[in-house]
């Protein structure tokens, strides 16, 4: 056997011809193509997911953004109420005083 021929196997069997190795990369592409579709179908319906719940989210926020707006107007006006009240009773309190001071000294005139 001449020695330039000894790494030549295209003739064993077993050996799979040139088409045949073409088909089996084709097949194993297409295996490839498949997996890599559910993988990008399933990556869809979890981005459609997360989607839908920052739609949800974003409309809780936007609920509770308006809840909480309404609620310092409500905080404001009793702040301003409480005001009202404190700065009356200040006033009634230093009338009250006013008009004991003048008791007691009309008192002490007599």
């Not at 089996?24 to 498949?34: G, T």
């Not at 809780?60 to 404190?86: N, T, Y």
Request: glycine fraction near 2%.
């Amino acid at each position: 056997m001449d020695p330039l021929y000894i790494e030549e196997t295209d003739d064993w069997l077993g050996n799979p011809t040139p088409l045949e190795t073409c088909r089996h990369q084709l097949r194993m592409y297409e295996n490839e193509f498949e997996a890599l579709t559910l993988k990008l179908d399933r990556a869809l319906a979890n981005i459609e997911g997360l989607v839908r719940d920052n739609d949800a989210l974003r409309q809780e926020m936007d609920s509770l953004k308006a809840k909480l707006q309404h609620a310092e107007g409500a905080l404001l006006s009793e702040r301003r109420r409480f005001a009202d009240v404190e700065h009356n009773r200040n006033h009634l309190f230093n009338e009250t005083q006013r008009l004991l001071r003048e008791l007691r000294d009309s008192e002490e005139e007599e």
